[in-house]
T-cell receptor, first 113, second 112 residues
């Protein structure tokens, strides 16, 4: 059953703590993306990766870091430098060819304690 | 720059037809997507338009006019489960990477 798996579903961060959100896909997609969703705002791109071992900053990369060591995995770390981390985080993947439709995981809701 | 506008909220009755509009301004248009998102869940892909005209998929249809920077999503025979947010997203070449720019979404409430 192919898809995109995000974990955990809910995550709490303490002051000064780094937390890592997991994203795994078994769709054999080359490209992966991280978005942040806040109430009343559209999805905003944090980071994206078009191929293994390469990734680029999106529109709001400050306070976040990523890695792409395997095609299937694109974890996002929310660092202590991100002062307003409370949001719904969505991971997506796409083929990078043809219609290049992005498919989304179920999301991780991050809150600050 | 990039700008996507869609209504914040719409209401409709079960069994009716509703049209959700989306207007956009981009420098390098390369396709328009509609997604459905139920509260607290992932967006799911509904439709894709890159050429002018109407694309029909069952109860859902999507229209695009590139010259007017305009699209709409038409939902027929509304069901209660259609209550959700509908996201319009434009793919923009921008800086050489085809990124998706999302509107803020239209929250549709379907009542009995």
């Amino acid at each position: 059953d192919g898809g995109i798996t995000q974990s955990p579903k809910y995550l709490f961060r303490k002051e000064g703590q780094n937390v890592t959100l997991s994203c795994e896909q078994n769709l054999n997609h080359d490209a992966m993306y991280w978005y942040r969703q806040d109430p009343g705002q559209g999805l905003r791109l944090i980071y994206y990766s078009q191929i293994v071992n390469d990734f680029q900053k999106g529109d709001i990369a400050e306070g976040y870091s990523v890695s792409r060591e395997k095609k299937e995995s694109f974890p996002l770390t929310v660092t202590s430098a991100q002062k307003n981390p409370t949001a719904f985080y969505l991971c997506a993947s796409s083929t990078s060819t043809g219609e290049d439709i992005q498919y989304f995981g179920a999301g991780t809701r991050l809150s600050v304690l | 720059g990039q700008n996507i506008d869609q209504p914040t909220e719409m209401t409709a009755t079960e069994g009716a037809i509703v049209q959700i509009n989306c207007t956009y301004q981009t420098s390098g248009f390369n396709g328009l997507f509609w997604y459905q998102q139920h509260a607290g869940e992932a967006p799911t892909f509904l439709s894709y338009n890159v050429l002018d005209g109407l694309e029909e998929k069952g109860r859902f249809s999507s229209f695009l006019s590139r010259s007017k920077g305009y699209s709409y999503l038409l939902l027929k025979e509304l069901q209660m489960k259609d209550s959700a947010s509908y996201l319009c997203a434009v793919r923009d070449w921008g800086t050489g990477f085809q990124k998706l720019v999302f509107g803020t979404g239209t929250r549709l409430l379907v009542s009995p």
